[in-house]
């Protein structure tokens, strides 16, 4: 228990010490600015992590659930621990945050916990932080594309387009398989089945979010492009009548 106590205060200690590096080396930006490239840089740290132990490292979360943690999986784990932490704290202290981002927070946070407490179920639980940060790069992106000005352009709509699909496919489809495979096998504790049912309700209530969100935007570019099509017939109409009159 010491040692898993040290581990995630080590990773505490190096996500502040980068979120204050990048403040004073960013002094013209904003304290979101810099604290989104902590979170972009625990994204792409913990999906490859992650993919590691998945893919490679093994055992496979679908077939294996419930097995005993390995040393690399309780490594991701107190690393992405420290993270949520910190992120916490930074969203409660300066009220960025809604109450589903923050019950996401406290979900991740007591599911690494229960894992690391009961010295099993890593692997399912890193498969889940795969799936939930495999999204967060886009995410950090569609924010400083809006922080710069460049949102409403073709990449934003590239971005958000490809972060839909990428969310629908991997929270919500994958995200399905994995709860079933969780639930259907006899060696995951109970109170991990019902931690595993609450993260993907959360997910679910993400996607309505994110789906009234995709028609909102459809809706206004469909109807941008009507009213330009509407424009360029009436300039057709006028050169053609300005012709006749030739």
Request: charged fraction near 15%; charge should be positive; include cysteine.
């Amino acid at each position: 228990m010491t040692s898993l106590i040290l581990q995630v205060a080590c990773s505490l200690i190096g996500w502040i010490s980068t979120y204050t590096t990048l403040c004073h080396i960013n002094e013209h930006r904003g304290y979101e600015w810099n604290c989104r490239l902590v979170t972009l840089l625990h994204g792409l740290l913990v999906v490859s992590m992650t993919a590691y132990v998945g893919f490679v490292d093994g055992p496979w979360p679908f077939t294996d659930p419930g097995s005993p943690n390995s040393p690399l999986q309780v490594q991701v784990l107190c690393l992405s621990l420290g993270y949520f932490i910190f992120d916490m704290c930074w969203c409660i202290y300066f009220q960025t945050e809604g109450l589903v981002m923050l019950a996401h927070h406290t979900m991740s946070i007591f599911g690494i916990v229960l894992a690391l407490a009961l010295e099993e179920s890593a692997i399912e639980v890193n498969a889940v932080l795969f799936g939930s940060e495999i999204t967060n790069p886009l995410l950090q992106a569609r924010w400083f594309l809006r922080s710069v000005g460049r949102y409403d352009s073709l990449i934003g709509d590239l971005v958000d387009a490809a972060f839909v699909l990428l969310f629908a496919g991997m929270r919500i489809g994958v995200g399905a398989r994995m709860l079933y495979c969780e639930l259907a096998s006899p060696r995951p504790r109970l109170v991990v089945k019902i931690c595993g049912v609450a993260m993907y309700v959360l997910s679910w209530v993400f996607m309505v979010s994110i789906g009234r969100f995709a028609w909102k935007k459809s809706s206004q570019k469909y109807r941008k492009w009507q009213e330009r099509r509407k424009v360029a017939d009436v300039h057709v109409v006028a050169n053609g009548n300005a012709k006749k009159v030739d």
